[in-house]
């Protein structure tokens, strides 16, 4: 089935560094890219959707200067947190899905990145 | 916007057969899906249903949708320890052009 790899696993790092989180797929070509953020025991907030070579879309209250999204090809996204604070910590996972004129293409994941500021 | 609700838990005895509910409010979704996270992981797409389907059988899983209630159910036959885990319904939202997903169902297979 359809891979989708993202790095790294996991971070750690000081408060006011900048992290950037790469998402690739694999055997596909991944026309829209999606990342979410999940808290703990909690359900997946979407919080951008991009489409190669566009802007990415920004849901509410997701500051766009905050996180950076780079769609610069088919297979890899990139998600750069920022001058990241401790409120910045969470489990990222982003997400691929290829074209479609419909909805018929599934999304499929990333195994997710757990970012700790300390 | 649209809401997908689950029920938070359900604990099985292994063997069992596993019963997850879903309900959704987009009346205008097409594709409906079912993704497993274990813990520290990513989503792990299992299933996904037409909504001219009533029915999807795939190996153990099984899975019900009723479009006029706007009912989704993911039935998991013969219920082993390492189905554990935290179940996501998902719906595709032809607004946003996203899934949205529900809270998630924490699957407790007891030995």
């Known amino acids: 089935g359809a891979v989708v790899s993202q790095h790294p696993s996991r971070v750690i790092c000081k408060s006011g560094t900048s992290v950037k989180i790469e998402c690739r797929s694999l055997d596909f070509q991944a026309t829209t890219m999606f990342w979410y953020r999940q808290f703990p025991k909690q359900s997946l907030m979407l919080m951008a959707t991009s489409n190669e070579g566009s802007k990415a879309t920004y849901e509410q209250g997701v500051e766009k200067d905050k996180f950076l999204i780079n769609h610069a090809s088919l297979t890899l996204s990139t998600l750069t947190v920022t001058s990241a604070h401790p409120e910045d910590s969470s489990f990222y996972i982003c997400s691929a899905r290829g074209h479609s004129e419909n909805s018929n293409q599934p999304q499929h994941f990333g195994d997710g990145t757990r970012l700790s500021i300390l | 916007g649209e809401d997908v609700e689950q029920s938070l838990f359900l604990s099985v005895r292994e063997g069992d057969s596993s019963v997850i509910n879903c309900t959704y409010t987009?009346?205008?979704?097409?594709?409906l899906y079912w993704y497993k996270q274990e813990p520290g992981a990513g989503l792990q797409l299992l299933t996904y249903i037409f909504s001219n389907m009533d029915m999807k059988q795939d190996q153990r899983l099984t899975v019900l949708l009723n479009k006029k209630d706007k009912h989704l159910s993911l039935r998991i036959a013969d219920t082993q320890t390492g189905d554990s885990a935290i179940y996501f319904c998902?719906?595709?939202?032809?607004?946003?052009?996203?899934?949205?997903f529900g809270s998630g169902t924490r699957l407790q297979v007891q030995p």
């Open positions: 987009d009346s205008s979704s097409t594709y």
């Open positions: 998902a719906e595709w939202d032809t607004g946003r052009r996203a899934l949205t």
